[in-house]
């Protein structure tokens, strides 16, 4: 990249992504004109109700979907021209946990390791290390269909982190998990962070956006409605919490006449 | 967080043989540790071998050799003449059991976060159709072993067993290739199996368990065009050792095996780059 200013990690304008719909009367807009800026370093949060794009969002910024309109650079790299380099620089947890259930968790790590050609000695160190950080030593040695649901997330996380990407996207990381696991996960970001990683996350929980998020960018019908500081967010809405700002900004789910219809309902299930 | 690596460790360049070799390592690990689909592999054909030598052998054994006597003679011959049938068949079964864990990649995370990594495409798919081969080809020594413990003597020279495993080879890779495919193509898991199932039944019309011209004419026109009979035909005669085995039926079992083989790597690779809606 050349200049001295760091690039942003993630700039999005007019991206634009829709999905053919059974029926075949015109396509279900999903994203429709999203514009995104996260600073190198920073942690923002992407909020917004169920079926509101975030899942289509970050499939797009992690190189899955392919954008109908506009531009995505992730790490200084545009998504649609150059997505290898987009991939050898993020890491990505996605909803569904993506860890392989009959393999331990050592293995899974090594298995990382390998496809980010460590080498044998870094490799088995780096798993070791992350193994480590998340807690999981003791269950190391274990198939992972034998973990419960808050260590499958954390070996999750700690798969995507194995080769040190520069930008994380985690998508939803914390459903389904109690307070504590929740609670070291979200150690586990403010520590990448402290270390350089950028993280885009989504979520629906408003507290984990408050609680971690630089900036916040509540994403509604396809669109971002707002943006801002979580603080900035509450003081222009006049709300006491994020709960109010996400209500004031955004369609019920089953709105009607809004973005939504029969067909968002199997994004939701998902 | 002291312990993080801040350099990053990933190379640009592409290594797509160390990829393969990585996810073929990960698809033989999953066979140890979920043994299931591996005993499936082995114990299908032995129970076919053990029925239809020791069950209908006596009586079929004389309808597909002339001359020979219904009862042990009958047995014999009918082991002689199935056991290539049931050697294709074990290539087949590895083949059905690839769509199941192909669909179990594609449903479980695993396969989005192999997309969003920086690793050879190709590797994803390869490693379990390499892997299943492996798991066909091991499978195939112990059917093999079965059918000698049975009394199988098979006049095979040395080049014949060489000819007869890269037959096997093939066979295996051109089907993984089109059961990845149809694994991705399937809805669900459980469904993953439906599709290939057609390739289990196609050994029965055609010459695997009896011969061609016993069979009624539209039957006989279907075997005879069929790909499974000159594979079967192909593998009957170096099992023999060369005895009747035609130039033109070994070169329309390679044929088939190229074609369904491009056929189906060409398949599985558009569905793997097809976007899943997320």
Redesign the interface.
Known sequence: MPGNTPAPAIEVAGLRKS?PTRTKKGDHVVLDGVDLVVPTGTVTALLGPNGAGK??A??VL?????ADAGTVRVAGHDVHDDP??V????G?T??????????TGT?NLR?MA?????GRA?GRR?TA?LL??FGLTEAAGK?VATYSGGMKRKL?LA??LV????VVFLDEPTTGLDPRSRRTLWDEVR??V???TTILLTTQYLEEADRLADHVAVLDGGRIVAEGTPAELKSVHDAGSLDDVFLALTEPPTGDGSADDPATS??NV? | ?T??????????R??PV??VL?ML??SL??AV??PGLTVFLVAGPLVMLLLFVYVFGGAFGAGVMPGVAPGAEGRAAYLEYITPTLLVITVVGGATSVATSAAMDAA???M????????APGSVLSGQVLGFLVQALAALVLVIGAAFAMGYRPGAGALDWLALLGLFALLGLALNWLCVAMGLNSRSVESASNAPMILLLLPFLGSGFVPVDTMPAAVRWFAEYQPFTPVIETARGLLAGGAGLEGAVAAQAVGWCVVLGVAGYAWARSLYRR????
């Not at chain 1, 991939?87 to 993020?90: E, G, K, L, T, Y």
């Open positions: 999905f899942t289509t970050v499939g992690s190189t899955l979907l392919r290898g380099a991939r050898a620089s993020i990505v996605g909803q569904i946990t993506a860890v392989d259930d009959l393999l293995e298995l390998d496809l980010h050609h460590l870094a780096r290390e480590e950080q198939p999750d798969m995507t080769g040190a990407p520069s520590s990448l402290a270390g350089g199997k994004e998902r | 967080m312990t993080l690596v801040t350099a990053t460790s990933t190379t640009a592409p290594r160390a990829d990585t390592r990960r690990l999953r540790r979920y479980g995370g695993i989005a976060r192999f997309k969003t990594m920086a690793i976007e899943r809606r997320l």
